[in-house]
């Protein structure tokens, strides 16, 4: 009787041990603070990493921190390091690229790239005694908008597509960075679906009913998706990015060329809200922080829907 008992009492525990439920994440563990967003930017625009241009110690230094950031987040490397090497004349450059793989069997052999570039064009024209073009809005801001997607996905492991996070370098020298790994991903074969690109995300606009435009708005059913998964006016139109043709002038435009998939940069600003493009006085106390993470933690949970949609829903027009 007593080992009746005890068989009984055995059973129960192993199988309370496996119907038992996982905690649920708390929101902190995969949402990103005003804190944390203001101390990636505050890193990376330092005057300590010099404007970070490309073959400088600043960006090395820059690239090894997005480094130990992916990885605390459990992202992988791409390659066999997070480093994509390419040379820019007699430069060493190096993308950062970090993997995340999908939890669907099929709809992993997918990727949605999010990048950014972690660049910026070093020391300027000196303007009061100041020489450092720190390139916080242009683009620690997107850099922390990358790495707030990795810790977003790397906790919560909810993508049923693959994932790339990417840090270009020499977007100023002319989207040398994204030309390079688009080519190498297209000649690998990678099924891309579509590339979401954040460049200058650190002010907010006045008097629009978005927070946020994407370029190429006509190219594609992009905006018409990310309002619909968001379910609110996320992101709209830009008459000055049209104008400028700004569509080809950030690292999505490599992809769209490569892979001729929706390719589109989220931005907040298209310099009718921001004076201190390619100036020394871009700055981290230039960039409104809580307005930055809203946007990030509101693009989070829709590119979620994004790479967990049963078939492609964003098309090209």
Known sequence: MKKIILLVSVFTVLVSCKTKVSEPLKTEEYTVTTQEI???????????????????PGIAEAA???????????????????????KVGDLDAFNVVGYLEGTDADLKNEYIVIGAHYDHIGQITTVENDSIANGANDNAAGTSGVLAMAKYFGAKKSNKRSLLFVTFSAEEKGLIGSKHLAKRLKEADLNVYTMINLEMIGVPFKDRDYQAFITGYDKSNLAEVMNTYAGEKFVGFSDVAAKYSLFKRSDNYAFYEAFNVPSHTVSSCDLT????????NDEVDQLDYPFMT??????????????NAETQEIKLN
């Open 38 to 56: 203001k101390d990636i930017v505050g890193y990376l625009a330092s005057d300590d990493l010099k404007g970070r241009d490309v073959g400088s």
């Open 64 to 86: 090894t921190f997005v480094e130990s950031k992916l990885k605390s987040y459990g992202v992988k490397p791409y390659f066999e390091t997070y480093r994509d090497n390419f």
């Open 273 to 280: 809200n921001f004076d201190f493009y390619h100036h020394v």
């Open 294 to 307: 809203n946007l990030i933690n509101t693009l989070a949970p829709v590119i979620e829907k994004m790479t």
